[in-house]
């Protein structure tokens, strides 16, 4: 298995190993989700009917208000959060929902996740010293 490393600065402590799930687009807040379940509702959005759950969430940055950060604590709540971010372009959105979620962060990374990073491959985010690994999956 292929691996990489990535570094970057933290946004949030912690350490989370887990699949990936990636988009090179933004990930929104309130809406995108289903709060009881943690699927993707959103239907213009690649991840739609997908769960974010234990999933190391790599997306580009956060769009939307501040309801952002309630929908990811509305996740965290019920138990159905995702492990980690690995975000391109940190936001306020995207550093308070780390903050609420409390969830391993790292952004301002030397390659951009959403290029190098596929969905199904395993991460390991060590925010704290800003790695992200990279366990490529067959074939990614």
């Known amino acids: 298995m292929k691996r990489m490393v990535l570094r970057g600065r933290k946004v949030t402590g912690g350490l989370a ?3 990936a799930l990636v988009t090179k687009g933004s990930l929104g807040g309130y809406g995108t989700f289903d709060l009881s379940t943690g699927d993707v509702v959103d239907v213009d959005h ?6 974010v759950k234990d999933k190391v969430l ?5 769009q939307g208000s ?4 309630i929908a990811h604590q ?10 980690a971010y690995v975000v391109r ?3 306020p959105q995207t550093a308070l929902g780390a903050v609420v979620g409390r969830l391993p962060a790292v952004t301002d990374l030397d390659r951009d996740p959403t290029e190098v990073i596929a ?3 395993l991460v390991r ?5 800003g790695i992200v690994e990279v366990k490529k999956r067959s074939g990614s």
């Open 66 to 69: 501040s309801a952002w950060t």
């Open 74 to 83: 509305a996740l965290r709540m019920a138990g159905l959060s995702p492990a």
């Open 46 to 51: 690649e991840w739609y009917g997908l769960n």
């Open 58 to 62: 790599v997306f580009r940055t956060a």
């Open 125 to 129: 985010v060590d925010a704290d010293n």
């Open 17 to 19: 190993e887990a699949e």
């Open 89 to 91: 372009e940190i936001n």
């Open 119 to 121: 969905t199904g491959d």
